[in-house]
């Protein structure tokens, strides 16, 4: 099925994202989409499944950030990933980022385990269970990321305690409830950066408020 899936296809894709591909992440995007595709007929995991528009509405709006914000190394979490998107994506393409991928659903945890063992990144850990149920420790992230979790203030208590004091919070969301949590003045917030070629949708990035942080 991805077969028709051709390089030059994902390049042209990818491009608008500020995505550079090589063979090797093409070769994995392939794979990844083969793997979401099949486990899509058993669990909901996606309802994209045309692959062009994977490639685009999963892969480049998620790798969108690690230019936009940017995203280099450190430790990412991705909480309420479900079936992986954005945090698989952006460790394809940040191979020395540590990504904790927090996600309550069982079958979607044992999806996300066997993406990561297919396409052996071996710097992705599974937390199957909510995010109030990860324990707080001295490892703490360098970036914490909600795409489609809503309980926006919830997701924002979480990472003020599970942040480092230079870290950041990341949202995949539309304009208008971009604009409301942003109104949140515990947090220092950017201008909503427009995801290329979405009419409403907007990578919202902030940081907790120096005299707020521990």
Not at 12 to 17: E, F, T, V
Not at 124 to 143: C, H, L, N, T, V
Not at 171 to 190: L, M, P, S
Request: with cysteine.
């Amino acid at each position: 099925m991805t077969t028709a899936v051709t390089d030059h296809t994902i390049e042209a894709a990818l491009r608008p994202y500020g995505v550079a591909t090589t063979q090797a992440l093409r070769d994995a995007i392939r794979a990844y989409i083969e793997l979401l595709l099949r486990w899509n007929q058993k669990i909901a995991l996606t309802t994209i499944t045309d692959p062009i528009e994977i490639i685009r509405l999963h892969f480049g709006e998620s790798m969108f950030a690690v230019n936009d914000v940017p995203i280099r190394h450190g430790r990412l979490a991705d909480v309420g990933t479900g079936a992986g998107f954005p945090a698989i994506p952006i460790s394809m393409a940040v191979p020395e980022l540590e990504c904790v991928l927090v996600e309550s659903n069982q079958k979607k945890a044992t999806f996300l385990a066997e993406v990561a063992r297919t396409l052996k990144l071996d710097r992705i850990q599974i937390f199957r269970g909510r995010m109030e149920a990860y324990p707080i420790s001295g490892q703490k992230f360098d970036f914490a990321i909600s795409r489609a979790l809503g309980m926006h203030q919830a997701f924002l208590d979480w990472s003020a305690s599970q942040l480092k004091s230079s870290g950041n919070v990341i949202y995949w969301i539309g304009d208008e409830d971009g604009a409301k949590i942003a109104r949140n003045a515990e947090w220092t917030w950017r201008a909503l950066s427009r995801i290329p070629d979405s009419e409403n949708r907007s990578l919202l990035i902030g940081s907790k408020n120096q005299s707020d942080r521990e």
